[in-house]
Nanobody
C-alpha cells in the first residue's frame, strides 16, 4: 500500500532552519512525482516545491523559493525539504504528496493523489 509519512516539524525560532522528510513506503519516489505543500490557518493550501520522478527536475513556487531546497535520498527512500531563514509567517502544517501522471511534477496541489498526514512547523520566539 502506498503511504507517505512526513517528519521533522518542530518549534523553531525566527531565522532558524528545519529539514522535513517525506518517507515513502510501498513505492519509490523515483517513479512518482513528489511535492511539498503547506497549509496555514485561514489560508489556502499552497505548493512549495516538487521533484519529478525520472529526471529529478525540481520546481519551486515563489512562496519560499529563495529559502528552500527539495531533494531525494535514494538510500532512505525519502524526499526532503530543507528550509532556511524561517519566519513566523512560515508557521503551518507541511505536507508531502505524490502523483504518477504527467512528465514533469505538477505545480498544482489539486493534481496530487496521495497525501501524508502532515507535520507541524511553528516559528516563534
Amino acid at each position: 500500500q502506498l503511504q507517505l509519512v512526513e517528519s521533522g516539524g518542530d518549534l523553531v525560532q525566527p531565522g532558524g532552519s528545519l529539514r522535513l522528510s517525506c518517507a515513502a513506503s510501498g513505492f519509490s519516489p523515483f517513479v512518482y512525482h513528489i511535492g511539498w505543500f503547506r497549509k496555514a490557518p485561514g489560508k489556502e493550501r499552497e505548493i512549495l516545491a516538487c521533484i519529478s520522478k525520472r529526471t529529478g527536475t525540481t520546481n519551486y513556487a515563489n512562496a519560499m523559493k529563495d529559502r528552500i531546497s527539495i531533494s531525494r535520498d535514494s538510500a532512505k527512500n525519502t524526499v526532503d525539504l530543507q528550509m532556511d531563514r524561517l519566519s513566523p509567517e512560515d508557521t503551518a502544517v507541511y505536507y508531502c504528496a505524490a502523483v504518477v501522471d504527467l512528465d514533469l511534477c505538477p505545480m498544482s496541489w489539486t493534481i496530487y493523489r496521495y497525501w501524508g498526514q502532515g507535520t507541524q512547523v511553528t516559528v516563534s520566539s
